[in-house]
């Protein structure tokens, strides 16, 4: 694949198995991430892919399975993994600004007690700005529209100065402005060396968005670079029946957007 | 305790009172618990909480004005008419508060509980200082008390909780379309609003006949209580709504007849409390949901895994780190304490990665299978496939492990 | 005029710094969507404390203290349970919990001697604040006089260390206590402590309970918890301000429900005794009434 021994991978995942009581949602799953690279995660509906990310940073259970980020554990590389939840999993009604959510990204550095000072404040704008809301870093998070949330929630991971990104479907109910906004700040800090793991949804912008993919139904299916594994055979291997006859939409290279 | 009074009390021969309080006891616990089946299901149970605690300021200003009118102002139908009414304005305001304002159900539930019950506490102390009417039995209002209750009084109460139960019974088919699948229910030309609000209604009948005998602070958990320990049971709704009546029916039987023959033991508490001793058991021991089948299906399904994934990697030649893999490998037989692999073991392993690659060709086949039947793929593959399916798995195998071989060579 | 120290303004400091470390927590409780915990915490007091009396045979504060924290603790760890491995909706297995532990406090209620025990349920539900004046305290002079101070009730120092307690958890678990009610799914994955946090929280509310409970009744607290934090939540978007809003509406709750239960019914009915927890937790709803008629953020993101 790629030359990529010199550094560890991003996020490595072996033999990782996680039940709900007896119903399995993920068995045995492997996969890799690499630094640097835009990786997405699909599946059909329960197919485990944000059980799968919520296991690797220690939010579930595992029955075995061995996580590791940058070729340590968790504990030891947590200052270095941001993760941007579902946008619905919060009360957006919440009485914070805009800038009081990205201040929170600092939490890994600040800890919990020491004050947040102007330079903090800064920090928190330029991310903002990075993700064009600077003008709304006062505002109540509840006047956002889902485009605008979405994009705090990146400005908080982007305030976390993390090298691995993993993002639980940045892109779902996202205006298209936004989704391209999203996309291109998310390949630039790729070809800065960020790692970007995604849970993806549309099957039509996989080609265009992401450089390496995992496909999964609760086992590995493929993991690789789109190149090689995004093929019509390993979805339908995981999509069963439901894609066929949909197609997919052909490799369109000039069509990629290009940060 | 007085194992006599106890016995004639299960049987009905303890006093005409009291008979008729137990048959309203069990009456009242068979109506809470299918209006709290419904209610669990509506996901509404505390709702029930600010319902109960609304009816004390109403209790206060029947007692006022009947006393104010020259009665005793104990009369009880009075008492309950006002109390259903306050309920009812508790209700109102819950509603108005989550519609209205940002404030969620939570906040709005609590609130009116609070608020109206303090208000009662106010209605009440007034009562108390002005000496008018006869007091004696207001403040059995808040835990219950059947102990020196009138006959009349006995028989309302009776008629009460049978008319509930009765209106449940009628009505259950429409809660139970609502409760089980809102959208199909409103197709089919029902009004959700109109059943939520029966719904309600239907609680409110329960807890103002439950008031007397239970408390307002407890009958919450006749409607409540139930149909969880219900829930352990059965995944189905109409055995839900039976099982959920008969612990409450159960509870309210017990429960009066015990604290009939027990002195100084309020009859809500005790209703409540024999109710709590069946939903233990159903948390603990129900087959379906409780928490021992639970564990013991989550820790033979965690074994399983373990089991294939370390003859899988002793197939593969590969060293195990996994403490609770190597003690499944272990107690199976198939592994040494100094890692190496037994003959049983080697021949297991073997089978694993066999029936391993069969059950990815397979779930390759039909992606769609996999959360039909879960965990299947952890079984021996002749439990679950018949003959013939699975020797055209192992040709369509052995076509495609040649064509790899090709390709490579 | 130095009659009032004792006879009024020490309850109502009492009622008050009970309301202002109830009203605190509340705002957590309610952001959370959690504020019938408040509920729970508060009925689970009761057979924390007696299960205390029972088995140390004191009527300390230290035992009491302890052992309704615990039954807190219990009876959230038992929530947790019941909504888990019941996959029980987090409303209903409460209510299962604190009623079924309510009932179980109110039989041991009644089956122990309860000739030491100085409260009854009535008083358990509703209090008895108007009882807590500083009989020693009718002169101002009593203010400097170590004698007249050491006969102050002892819930006054109780209420007031209980919300010492509040602020100082707030001073230092601020950041991840925001963080953890937000968003938990960020916060846990952040390496915020979230469950120990969530666990202090009801530890907290349990103490706050216990403390107001002797003093004032559950009643007041539940309402403490929920309405002077829901009202805060109509007026501002703004989390410092809503917090110190509740603490005002809270004060104003204490004070005027007492004066309220005093001397306002006497205008209309003379020699007419009103519990004073009643009326403050009366009080409390017209002030959330006025907020969710006229708050200016009463709509929130539905606007």
């Known amino acids: 694949m790629l030359n990529r021994v010199d550094q560890p991978p991003a996020l490595s995942i072996s033999g990782l198995s996680v039940a709900y009581g007896d119903k399995p949602a993920l068995s045995a799953v492997n996969a890799v991430f690499h630094q640097g690279r835009m990786s997405a995660v699909i599946g059909p509906n329960g197919a485990g892919k944000s059980t799968l990310l919520k296991a690797a940073m220690g939010m579930v259970p595992l029955i075995t399975g061995k996580v590791e980020f940058f070729g340590l554990p968790l504990a030891a590389a947590r200052n270095r993994v941001a993760y941007v939840p579902q946008r619905a999993s919060v009360d957006w009604d919440f009485p914070a600004s805009v800038i009081d ?25 330029e991310c903002l700005r990075e993700v064009d809301l600077e003008p709304l870093a006062d505002r109540q998070i509840g006047q956002l529209s889902g485009g605008q949330q979405q994009r705090v929630f990146i400005a908080r991971a982007l305030a976390q100065k993390a090298d691995l990104l993993i993002l639980d479907e940045p892109l779902a109910g996202v205006d298209a402005a936004t989704e391209r906004t999203i996309v291109t700040l998310l390949k630039k800090l790729a070809r800065e060396g960020a790692a970007i793991i995604t849970v993806h949804h549309d099957l039509s912008t996989v080609r265009d968005y992401y450089d390496d993919v995992l496909i999964m139904n609760v086992r590995t299916v493929a993991n690789g670079t789109v190149a090689d594994t995004f093929t019509e055979q390993k979805l339908a291997d995981a999509y069963g029946g439901r894609l066929v006859g949909a197609g997919l939409p052909a490799p369109v290279p000039g069509a990629k957007v290009e940060a | 305790m007085d194992v006599e009074a106890f016995l004639s009390a299960l049987t009905f021969q303890a006093g005409y009172n009291t008979t008729i309080v137990t048959i309203g006891a069990i009456l009242l616990g068979w109506a809470g618990g299918m209006v709290g089946t419904f209610l669990l299901l509506r996901r509404r149970s505390l709702v029930s909480d600010a319902l109960s605690h609304a009816t004390l300021p109403g209790v206060g200003i029947a007692f006022l004005v009947m006393a104010s009118l020259g009665g005793t102002g104990r009369f009880l139908p009075g008492l309950l008419l006002g109390a259903a009414l306050s309920a009812l304005a508790g209700l109102a305001t819950v509603e108005w508060i989550t519609r209205r304002t940002r404030l969620q159900a939570d906040a ?9 019950f303090g208000f009662g506490i106010v209605l009440l102390t007034v009562i108390q200082s002005v000496q008018i009417g006869q007091q004696a039995g207001i403040g059995s209002f808040l835990l219950g008390s059947t102990s020196g209750m009138l006959r009349s009084e006995a028989i309302t109460l009776a008629v009460l909780a049978g008319g509930t139960a009765l209106a449940v019974f009628f009505l259950r088919r429409t809660l139970t379309l609502v409760a089980f699948d809102e959208t199909f229910a409103r197709a089919r ?34 409607v409540i209580i139930p149909p969880v320990a219900a829930r352990f049971w059965t995944e189905r709704v109409d055995h839900m709504l039976l099982i959920s009546a008969g612990i409450g029916a159960v509870s309210g039987y017990l429960g009066t007849a015990l604290s009939a023959s027990i002195d100084d033991l309020p009859t809500g508490p005790i209703i409540v409390l024999v109710a709590t001793g069946l939903f233990a058991v159903s948390l603990l021991f129900a087959p379906v949901r409780g928490v021992f089948s639970g564990l013991y299906r989550a820790r033979a399904f965690s074994w399983k895994v373990h089991r294939r994934q370390g003859l899988l990697a002793l197939n593969r030649g590969e060293a195990i780190y996994d403490k609770k893999t190597i003690f499944v490998l272990l107690a199976e037989g198939f592994m040494r304490r100094d890692g190496s692999i037994t003959p049983p073991g080697v021949v297991a392993a073997k089978l694993a990665a066999e029936e391993e690659a069969l059950w990815s060709l397979y779930l390759r086949e039909n992606p769609d299978s996999l959360h039909r039947a879960h965990g299947m793929l952890l079984d021996p593959i002749e439990e679950r496939l018949g003959a013939g399916e699975i020797n055209a798995l192992r040709l369509r195998h052995y076509a495609a492990t040649r064509q790899t071989v090709e390709a490579m060579a | 005029m130095a009659v009032y120290l004792g006879l009024t303004i020490v309850p109502i400091l009492i009622g008050l710094l009970a309301a202002v470390a109830a009203a605190l927590l509340g705002n957590f409780l309610v952001l959370k969507r959690q504020s019938l915990m408040g509920d729970a915490v508060s009925h689970v007091v009761l057979p924390g404390i007696i299960v205390a009396f029972v088995t140390t045979g ?13 039954a807190a603790l219990v009876a959230a760890v038992l929530i947790e349970i019941i909504r888990v491995l019941g996959k029980v909706e987090p409303g209903a297995a409460m209510g299962v919990v604190f009623t079924a532990l309510f009932a179980f406090g109110i039989v041991l209620l009644e089956q122990t001697d309860t000739g030491a025990i100085h409260f009854d349920v009535e008083h358990a539900l509703y209090g008895n604040l108007e009882s ?5 305290g009718l002169e101002w002079s009593a203010l400097t006089d170590p004698a007249a101070l050491a006969e102050l009730p002892p819930q006054l120092p109780r209420v007031a260390a209980a919300l010492v307690v509040v602020i100082a958890f707030f001073c230092v678990a601020w950041r991840p206590l925001v963080i953890a009610t937000f968003d938990p799914v960020f916060a846990a994955a952040s390496g915020v402590p979230v469950r120990l946090v969530d666990g202090a929280l009801i530890a907290l509310v349990a103490i706050v309970a216990v403390t107001a409970f002797e003093a004032v009744g559950a009643i007041i607290t539940i309402a403490m918890l929920i309405c002077p934090p829901a009202a805060a939540r109509l007026m501002t978007d703004n989390l410092v301000r809503q917090l110190l809003l509740s603490v005002v509406f809270a004060a104003i709750a204490a004070s005027f429900g007492y004066l309220a239960a005093g001397a306002g019914v006497a205008l209309f009915v003379s020699g007419v005794a009103v519990s004073a927890a009643g009326m403050i937790a009366t009080v409390s709803g017209l002030i959330l009434a006025l907020a969710a008629l006229f708050g200016p953020r009463r709509l929130g993101a539905r606007a």
């Open chain 1, 101 to 125: 959510v990205v201040m929170m990204g600092l939490y890994g550095e600040l800890g919990p007690f020491r004050f947040a000072g102007k330079k903090h404040r800064d920090k928190a704008r």
């Open chain 2, 108 to 116: 709005a539930i609590g609130a009116v509980l609070s608020v109206f």
């Open chain 2, 189 to 222: 030309g029902i009004s959700i609003r109109r059943s939520d609000l029966l719904l309600m209604l239907l609680v409110l009948a329960v807890t103002v006949t439950g008031l007397r005998i239970v408390g307002l602070v407890l009958i919450i958990a006749l």
């Open chain 3, 58 to 70: 004191s009527m300390d504060a230290g035992p009491m203290l302890v052992g309704a924290a615990i």
């Open chain 3, 132 to 136: 807590l004046v500083w009989l020693a």
